[in-house]
């Protein structure tokens, strides 16, 4: 028995009645990358890249050039103004090489391969020109793939997330440590930098697995056992935190079942991406919404899925997706629940926290505040289901729909029925139109 | 197919009207044709009781110089088929009729004898008495040793259906011409080399006769000649002057013009025998040598060393000597060729001419749903491109004339959507779907030569009334001139004509009166003898070739290509219909279905010194396309007959042949259906096998059996079919796969497709399902696995339950979204009268036909789908889209989702690229699916 909440087969706000699958990956895919408009990279566990066309499937190149599974990928697209904007992308293999691939021509531009470790994570710093590479040592490069500066040796487990902080700086999540450092032009050239390191953050008692930056000043991180932290970007002091996901000492009613099913697995933050309001965290097989204001979760689904959520977006439309090692893909929309005052709070749907360690005062205060605003809870509006193993990542077109990418090696592009039959019945008028066939008798 | 023939067993006219009265009738060019005799409260089946015969025959006699007419064989080679009916009387009959008044042997005044390389004649001769009518295919084979070198042959196709033959005039014609072709081929091939052993006989002999002369002058030098060396010199020179004789007859039956070879569709060898050339050792260029090379090689390589004998000067022609057989005047390899030719036409021909007339009607009216055809029709004919048809050689005859009809027709076609009836809310839009232009520019170009042969109608009157002056008996009832009116007027019309009820009637009316001496000339088409002396060119190297050169045509030009690779066959194409005019003039006006222009009477354009050669091949090399052909048979006879055995009368359950080859499975349930099909069919012939794909003819009438079935046994059969109307996967889950295989097969008739190629069908499937399966496949036969392996089907398709509706054959449930519309019923009643597979399944098509064209008007109305102007908000589209679909095309409820999904098929292939195939896409709804069961 699952306490997993569950849509039948009637969805009515599910949009997604048509589906494409892409086939050509021989292992898992595991990243999607979006290139342009209408045009998105996918890369996996057998070292190929394939561009694809988002709108009609089809696929463009297959870049073949690493020997091992890809560990990161980015694009990176040229800022010139004179020149008509040219779109790279970067990818990091586990056969220590960073290859720049031009996405017009399908072709390798360069490769890098005097890595002294695998490269697990790539960040490009738009507005300084250069991109990093993070490993056991932090690198940075040019456009040109010029080595400007590097770190010496960090750790053996190697960086696995950059983000890029104002004023020069970069956070790098280093197991359980956050490490701050600082961008600094040389005074001697004009395109030389240094890398200094200015902070070590080790607030966090598991390795760090998620890395967020919600707007300029804050960013977010998350843990493995569960941790969530709120940071202020400027000062990198901690503006909050939420840890304890699954900890329910409020709730006695679901404690019993929830103590059972704990473990470290079930409480890691895997995922976490946020909108100016809300940090939205994937946190073993739930989803939980905190809102930064009210430095509290506004809504969760504690089992949103069979099994852990491994990604997830908010979309502009209160819509939230979240993919899962389960094979589905599930559409939630956050919704508000007018209550009467009068009536007791139903708490038994959601999990409140005040900052820091929870406190009776901060409770009350929070019960307070929760009479006089709105309630939200998620509510499940569809799921697709295609992939018949995990669905580890997607990217999310608007209007031209979804791409997921699975375990199962296949990519499907999710799209909106009524919409694609209106683009063709556009295409066949116009075809007609051109083949001279459409008179219009007036 | 459109029609369901069964259908004009019952069609009285009165009925019709009171049916119909309410409705609009349906144009002419769309009905079934009446049955002629209707009015008359004649029953159609009841064939003249008079014919001694049981069902049609191929009949091929010679008219032997020493014993006059003779029967050679029959087709079948069966004593039952021809019963009682004298073949002998019969063959003097049709050998009677003086069809090459023409015909010269030894012109007088000419140097040297001459081969006439005459047309064959074919003519339609009615025997009232017997009650036997026939095509009559007139031939001649050469034969050094028959007097003038010419055996004249004939081959019939005997039929107790005298509309028969007069209605498939035209495609017996082309049929019987090919196969006359093939035998023609394989006589000049055995002619030239008889030709070539008697000229190294005459050499001998003038070798041992000079000799002889030397020795003699040696002998005696007395200085005057002994009568014995004049005798020896006279007999020197005849010898010589035979030598020349024989070596000239050689070079004119080389140089005898392969064209025809080249632009008929008949082919003897495969054409890509590129690879067996290459084999042989040949290092022709592959193109030029089929055509271009001279066959003095392969003649000469193949025949076995011979040795020469010593003939007598004077060989007199003796009437105690063996004439050759047939079979030994002609190339084993073509003789094959030809019998297989001809027992394809038994097949294709036999059976009642309404199968035949509304089989042609159908196709032809399909060929011109280009944009919808796809869906739930046979890839197999709609491939059929002009280019391809070459290759397909002797295996598939009718479809040739066929094809060319339609694509004849194909160029008028202009489908235009009046939307005159839907005023409420769509504006007028008429969409026209015109053909590429070079197509209709055909029945122009063709008009214009009708025209220019009115001028000649005095020479071809004159000619056709000395043909046929041979006797008191011999009745014209009319000849083929006549059509030439009808044929101008029919290539603008934008729709085929099928012979319309009106002309039948007219027919009756002008029926004659039963002569005393039985013998009617029906028609008669004398090639030969249609050409105005004027446009005979008289070749000094006397060849007497029939030249429809260029030049004479007057204004027409042809530049007829050697090559006749894909490119050119367009061109050819039209040079073929260009021509066919020509015979197209003398062709019976009371025949309806003449009025396409003859596929083939071999008078094509030739090139530029007027010959195009092949090789002759030797045996062996053409061995392996016999095999092919051979090999092709055995499926042929499987299904000869045409109907399975419950379908057939009883009676000939014993009788036939090839009945009995059919599966037991079939006969399954054939008890309950002998009585019904008795009474609908009493037929005397088996209906004809389709050429075109056999296999797909029999898989059509196995699957409306088994569809019948599941119809009548379950009663959720409409949910299910709905499922596969609207593009839902059906499985078909079950522990035995001869079970769920034959659901599958029962079903597939009503899943559409998704392009031009096969059904997205697959029938047994024993590994877990997967997402891409259902983008792939739209019915699926999987297996219930008990062994472990299978562990993971149920739960995979459990999972994906929202995209499938699963048919359980074993627990007999059907898991699957409601179904509320009323399409479905009409298409599935199970309380229907039909009886028979094939009824059956035709009986779908014509319902999922009118479903296409209703998805046609859905696809292709601008303002369903777009808005008329840019402020007109989506939701105004939406709302005249389902306007439409509710009001003006009557769809109900789940109808709107078929329609729509056929659509969406439609558009997906109409707008998908060229040369690309139509990328599958799977597109489902969120419905709730129920359970049914029994």
Redo the contacts between chains.
């Keep these: 028995k699952s306490s997993v909440q569950t849509i039948?087969?009637?969805?009515?706000q599910?949009p997604y009645?048509?589906?494409?699958?892409l086939?050509g990956h021989q292992d898992i895919v595991r990243f999607l990358v979006q290139i342009d408009d209408c045009r998105f990279a996918s890369a996996g566990d057998d070292g190929i890249i394939f561009l694809w066309n988002a709108q009609?499937?089809e696929k463009l190149f297959e870049l073949h050039g690493h020997t091992h599974k890809i560990t990161a990928i980015t694009p990176f697209s040229s800022s010139d103004a004179s020149e008509e904007k040219k779109h790279l992308i970067l990818t990091a293999s586990a056969d220590r090489t960073v290859i720049v691939w031009d996405c017009t021509s399908g072709r390798q531009v360069q490769k890098v391969s005097c890595f002294h470790s695998t490269v697990k994570c790539l960040t490009v710093l738009q507005r300084l020109d250069v991109w990093l590479s993070g490993g056991s040592d932090l690198c940075v490069w040019n456009r040109k793939l010029d080595l400007l500066c590097k770190t010496s040796h960090l750790t053996d487990a190697g960086i696995s997330a950059l983000l890029e902080l104002p004023k020069n700086c970069i956070a790098a999540a280093a197991g359980k440590e956050l490490i701050i450092f600082r961008l600094i032009a040389s005074n001697d050239e004009s395109e030389g930098w240094n890398i200094l390191e200015v902070k070590r953050l080790v607030d966090h008692q598991d390795n760090i697995l998620s890395l967020v930056s919600v707007n300029d000043l804050t960013f977010v991180t998350g843990s493995h056992v569960g941790e969530l932290i709120v940071w202020d970007a400027l000062d990198w002091t901690k503006q909050a935190s939420e840890c304890n996901f699954w900890d329910s000492s409020v709730h006695p009613d679901v404690q019993s079942e929830i103590k059972l099913s704990q473990s470290p697995n079930e409480t890691s933050v895997q995922h976490l991406t946020s909108d100016e309001e809300c940090v939205f965290a994937a946190v073993g097989k739930g989803i939980y919404v905190y809102n930064l204001q009210m430095k509290r979760v506004i809504a969760s689904q504690r089992t949103a899925h069979d099994s852990s959520v491994l990604h997830i977006e908010k979309l502009p439309n209160r819509q939230l997706i979240s993919c899962s090692e389960d094979g589905s893909v599930r559409i939630w929309e956050l919704r508000e629940k007018q209550q009467l005052p009068a009536e007791p709070v139903p708490t038994g749907f959601f999990n409140m926290w005040g900052f820091g360690r929870a406190n009776k005062q901060a409770n009350q205060a929070a019960k307070k505040m929760q009479e006089n605003i709105p309630m939200y809870f998620l509510e499940l509006v569809?799921d697709l289901?295609?992939?018949?193993s995990a669905v580890q990542m997607f990217l999310y077109f608007g209007e031209l729909g979804l791409a997921t990418c699975s375990a199962?090696h296949?990519i499907?592009l999710w799209k909106d029925?009524e919409r694609e039959?209106?683009l063709?019945?556009?295409?066949?008028?116009q075809?007609?139109t051109e083949n001279?066939?459409?008179?219009?008798?007036l | 197919m459109i029609s369901a023939p069964d259908v004009v067993a019952f069609t009285r006219e009165e009925e019709l009207e009171d049916e119909l009265c309410n409705e609009p009738p349906l144009p002419e060019e769309y009905s079934v044709p009446l049955f002629p005799f209707a009015s008359h409260g004649t029953n159609p089946w009841a064939k003249v009781a008079s014919s001694k015969f049981t069902r049609d025959f191929i009949l091929i006699s010679e008219f032997s110089e020493q014993v006059g007419p003779q029967p050679l064989l029959t087709i079948p080679d069966d004593a039952k088929v021809s019963g009682t009916f004298d073949l002998n009387y019969f063959s003097l009959r049709i050998m009677s009729v003086d069809y090459q008044a023409s015909f010269v042997g030894h012109p007088p005044g000419s140097a040297y004898p001459k081969l006439n390389f005459v047309e064959d004649s074919k003519v339609v001769l009615g025997d009232s008495k017997e009650g036997a009518f026939a095509y009559v295919h007139h031939l001649t084979l050469y034969d050094l040793e028959a007097r003038g070198f010419v055996r004249p042959f004939c081959m019939a196709y005997i039929s107790a259906d005298e509309h028969k033959i007069m209605q498939q005039f035209q495609e017996l014609s082309a049929e019987f011409s090919k196969a006359s072709e093939c035998l023609k081929t394989g006589n000049r091939k055995a002619f030239a080399n008889e030709l070539e052993k008697k000229l190294k006989d005459l050499d001998y002999t003038r070798t041992v006769l000079h000799n002889e002369t030397e020795i003699q002058k040696k002998a005696n030098d007395k200085g005057y000649y002994t009568t014995q060396a004049i005798e020896k010199a006279n007999e020197l020179a005849s010898v010589e002057k035979s030598i020349i004789e024989h070596q000239d007859l050689l070079k004119q039956i080389r140089s005898y013009p392969y064209r025809k070879l080249k632009e008929s569709d008949f082919h003897p060898y495969e054409p890509d025998c590129v690879l067996d050339q290459a084999s042989v050792g040949c290092d022709q260029d592959p193109t030029t040598s089929d055509l271009a090379e001279p066959g003095e090689t392969h003649l000469c390589a193949h025949v076995p060393s011979y040795t020469p004998k010593l003939i007598k000067a004077k060989s007199a022609k003796c009437f105690d000597k063996k004439l050759k057989t047939l079979e030994e005047l002609c190339d084993i390899y073509f003789f094959t060729q030809t019998l297989d030719q001809l027992h394809q036409i038994e097949r294709t021909f036999r059976g009642d001419v309404c199968y035949l007339l509304t089989d042609q009607i159908s196709r032809a009216l399909l060929k011109q749903q280009i944009v919808t055809n796809f869906l739930f029709e046979d890839g197999s004919f709609l491939d059929e491109k002009p280019s391809e048809k070459q290759h397909r050689g002797c295996q598939g005859p009718s479809q040739d004339a066929i094809d060319r009809k339609c694509s004849e027709e194909l160029s008028a076609p202009k489908v235009v959507i009046?939307m005159g009836s839907y005023k409420s809310s769509v504006e007028?839009?008429?969409?026209?779907?015109?053909q590429e232009i070079e197509d209709s520019q055909e029945p122009k170009l063709s008009e214009s030569v009708t025209f220019e042969h009115q001028e000649n109608l005095d020479y071809l009157d004159a000619d056709i009334k000395g043909s046929i002056s041979s006797g008191e008996s011999i009745e014209v009832l009319g000849t083929e001139k006549s059509a030439s009116g009808l044929t101008k007027s029919e290539s603008q019309a934008s729709l085929p004509v099928s012979p319309s009820p009106q002309v039948g009637r007219s027919k009756v009316g002008s029926r004659r009166t039963v002569s005393e001496d039985s013998i009617e000339v029906l028609s008669t088409c004398p090639s030969e003898s249609l050409i105005p002396e004027d446009f005979k060119a008289s070749y000094p190297s006397a060849i007497n070739e029939e030249p429809y050169a260029d030049d004479e045509e007057g204004g027409l030009h042809f530049t007829p290509k050697l090559n006749p690779d894909n490119a050119d066959e367009q061109e050819e194409f039209k040079q073929d219909n260009l021509v066919q005019v020509d015979s197209a003039c003398c062709i019976g006006k009371e025949s309806p279905n003449f009025l396409e222009p003859l596929p083939d009477l071999g008078q094509k354009p030739c090139d530029e010194d007027g010959v195009v050669r092949i090789p002759p091949q030797p045996y062996w090399q053409a061995e392996p396309g016999l095999r092919g052909s051979l090999g092709g048979f055995p499926s042929h006879d499987g299904i000869s007959g045409g109907l399975l055995p419950y379908e057939v009368d009883s009676r000939y359950l014993t009788g036939s042949r090839e009945v009995s080859k059919s599966s037991l499975d079939e006969c399954s349930d054939s008890t309950s259906y002998i009585s019904s099909a008795a009474s609908t069919c009493s037929d005397r012939t088996p209906s004809p096998a389709h050429p075109a794909c056999p296999a797909s003819e029999r898989h059509k009438k196995k699957a409306g059996q088994n569809a019948l079935r599941f119809i009548r046994q379950y009663p959720f059969a409409h949910p299910a079919i709905y499922s596969l109307l609207s593009g839902r996967t059906l499985v078909v889950l079950g522990e035995e796969e001869a079970i769920v295989k034959k659901l599958v097969t029962a079903l597939s008739i009503f899943v559409p497709n998704c392009g031009v190629y096969a059904k997205p069908v697959k029938h047994w499937v024993t590994s877990p399902l997967?997402?891409?399966d259902f983008?792939k496949w739209k019915l699926i036969g999987l297996q219930r696995m008990v062994s472990p392996a299978g562990v993971n089907v149920l739960p995979?398709l459990s999972?994906?339950?929202?995209y499938v509706s699963i048919l359980d054959a074993d627990s007999k449930t059907l898991r699957c979204p409601l179904y509320k519309g009323t399409l479905v019923s009409r298409l599935a009643d199970h309380r229907t009268q039909i009886k028979r597979g094939s009824t059956y399944y035709m009986h779908v098509q014509s319902i999922l036909t009118q479903l296409c064209s209703k998805a046609f008007l859905f696809?292709?109305c601008?303002h369903l789908?777009?808005p008329i102007n840019e402020r007109e908000p989506e939701e105004s589209v939406v709302n005249r889209r389902m306007n439409f679909l509710k009001l003006q095309l009557g769809l109900a409820n789940e109808d709107i989702k078929i329609v729509?999904y056929l659509a969406?098929l439609l558009?997906?292939q109409?707008?998908q690229e060229p040369g690309r195939r139509v990328?599958p896409?799977?597109?489902?709804?969120?419905?709730?699916?129920f359970l049914y069961k029994i």
């Design positions: 039948g087969e009637e969805q009515i599910n009645t048509e589906l494409l699958v086939k009609t499937g569809g289901i295609g992939h018949s199962d296949l499907i029925g039959s209106r063709r019945s556009l295409t066949l008028f075809k007609l001279g066939d459409l008179q219009l008798k | 009046s007028c839009v008429p969409i026209k779907m015109e997967h997402v891409v983008q995979a999972r994906y339950s929202r696809t292709f601008h789908h777009l729509q969406e558009k997906l109409y707008i990328k896409l799977l597109r489902f709804d969120y419905v709730p699916s």
